[in-house]
């Protein structure tokens, strides 16, 4: 199954660190795997194709059983398996345990599970594994798939790698990477991802660098609260933006996303009933968490 990976010919100069720890790898898969599976997308399983630019998915378990997909199934179930993330560990665990400390030692000590094969298996104690094929329709009004954002608190490694059709000239629909405005401390940052989720992301952070919507291209990140991206604005066409999604997450947000208790009373833009509302809410999530524990 080695064979499939997707970071079989990594190299050191593969690696960046700004805006935040991520690879980017052009060509990576040999020729004559990536052809095969450029030639055999499961395309058949495109929904919704009249909406305008719209993402959507397709599963492991929607192919799986099916003869005609085996190469996929192959290539999905190998990058939700513990070989991968294993792979991706060894890659990023200084800049996993820098920037999440102490979840590298969680890590080593839970289980580590497909959701494919594990759907009734989700606990506390293990770190879900997925990867699906997905798509964006065709661009009817040119626009953007996702402005500025940040993936689920609870996503731990991140991955794309594009399925670009020769057949496709279309400008635009890179991966852009943003970093935030100089001067914003980790408690400012929790603060507007509290107050304003993602409504205004782009007036705080600025554009690094763009990945261009290539074939046979692979990018890998560790999520954070720096991990800001956004695909650019696609011209209108008739062709299919075709990629894969990775990732690895816990059955909890990660810290490093989170306002804490303190940093919530402290925001100065919100008003003293909100701040009550706040430390209720925090009050009832504790007791919930004790009772958890306790069953």
């Not at 997707?6 to 052809?35: R, S, T």
């Not at 059983?65 to 991968?84: G, I, R």
């Not at 759907?119 to 626009?143: G, I």
């Amino acid at each position: 199954m080695k064979t499939y990976s997707l970071l079989q010919n990594y190299k050191k100069e593969n690696f960046f660190i700004d805006p935040f720890p991520h690879l980017i790898i052009e060509n990576a898969l040999p020729d004559n795997l990536y052809n095969d599976l450029s030639q055999k997308v499961p395309n058949n399983f495109i929904e919704n194709i009249d909406t305008n630019n719209s993402r959507g998915n397709v599963f492991l378990n929607q192919i799986y059983d099916n003869p005609k997909h085996e190469l996929w199934a192959n290539f999905l179930e190998y990058h939700q398996s513990e070989e991968f993330f294993n792979e991706v560990f060894n890659i990023f665990r200084n800049d996993i345990e820098k920037i999440h400390v102490g979840i590298t030692k969680k890590i080593k000590k839970i289980e580590k599970i497909s959701i494919f094969e594990n759907a009734n298996s989700l606990n506390k104690d293990t770190l879900n594994l997925n990867s699906y094929y997905c798509y964006n329709t065709p661009v009817k009004n040119t626009s953007s798939v996702r402005g500025v954002h940040l993936d689920f608190y609870n996503k731990l490694h991140i991955g794309l790698f594009y399925l670009r059709s020769k057949n496709d000239n279309t400008m635009g629909g890179n991966l852009a990477l943003h970093k935030w405005k100089e001067n914003y401390d980790l408690k400012k940052k929790k603060q507007i991802l509290f107050t304003e989720k993602f409504k205004q992301l782009d007036i705080h952070t600025s554009k690094i660098k763009e990945i261009p919507y290539r074939k046979n291209t692979f990018f890998l990140a560790i999520n954070s609260i720096d991990a800001l991206h956004s695909v650019t604005i696609r011209e209108k066409t008739n062709q299919v933006r075709q990629f894969c999604y990775f990732y690895s997450s816990l059955n909890y947000d990660l810290d490093n996303f989170k306002a804490n208790l303190f940093e919530k009373l402290t925001i100065n833009n919100i008003t003293l009933l909100q701040k009550i509302k706040i430390l209720i809410l925090s009050f009832k999530n504790l007791i919930q968490k004790i009772l958890f524990k306790k069953n």
